[in-house]
């Protein structure tokens, strides 16, 4: 069955404090790992899509990263403003299937 | 442009009622998907239409809950007779292709439909 698990389950990081959050899967034919971050209240917001092995893509302070087994998003001298959900998904054909999500808070 | 969008927000039901959920894709996409998160769950896959047609629907829980995607445009998930554990967020999302590695196999989000079964 495939598999999603995201670590930690809560990161807390003082402003400035840099940290990496972790996504492994064991998935076969995987068509694309998507990183989401999600605030209370509110749908998943797109971040990155990546799509093989070596990949990375960067956004402001963050960086993803994929390896054959799992991905992850770095956060660099992070702020108060970047503390949200952060959701991991992989996609087979047409569906996601997602991972708990890593609740980020940063501290000013 | 607009984005995905869902409708109602919000909706308390009692058991047994039926609730119609709706969501409108961003214009021009094939893919319209319906995920659901119950209270301490990841979000799990429910349905994939492609234009109007049930591409995948293997993550629907029963036959109380029934999509439809009129014309290939708009969605309704309809829940009927709605139970105490039908309670979460539903969640719309489109895209407009399926495969390759371009923009256009970008996954979008609603901000979701909170039901509440009491």
């Known amino acids: 069955e495939d598999q999603v698990t995201q670590s930690p389950e809560a990161l807390r990081l003082q402003e400035g404090e840099s940290s990496s959050l972790n996504c492994s899967y064991t998935v076969s034919g995987l068509r694309g790992l998507f990183w989401y971050r999600q605030d209370p209240g509110k749908g998943p917001e797109f971040l990155f899509t990546?799509?093989?092995a070596g990949e990375e893509k960067e956004k402001e302070r963050l960086k993803a990263t994929l390896t054959k087994k799992e991905s992850f998003l770095h956060i660099t001298a992070p702020k108060p403003e970047d503390s949200a959900t952060y959701l991991c998904?992989?996609?087979?054909?047409?569906?996601?299937?997602f991972g708990q999500g890593t609740i980020l808070t940063v501290h000013p | 442009e607009a984005g995905v969008t869902q409708f109602p927000s919000h909706s308390v039901i009692e058991k047994g009622q039926t609730v119609t959920l709706r969501c409108d894709p961003i214009s021009g996409h094939d893919n319209l998907y319906w995920y659901r998160r119950v209270m301490g769950k990841e979000i799990k896959f429910l349905l994939h239409?492609?234009?109007?047609?049930?591409?995948?629907e293997s993550g629907m829980p029963n036959n109380r809950f029934l999509a439809e995607r009129t014309g290939g445009t708009y969605s309704t998930l309809k829940v009927q007779p709605a139970e105490l554990e039908d309670s979460g967020v539903y969640f719309c999302a489109s895209s407009q292709f399926l495969s390759g590695t371009g923009a256009g196999n970008t996954i979008y989000f609603g901000e979701g439909s909170w039901l509440t079964v009491v």
């Open positions: 998904a992989v996609r087979l054909y047409g569906k996601l299937t």
């Open positions: 990546l799509y093989s």
């Open positions: 239409f492609v234009k109007e047609s049930k591409q995948d």
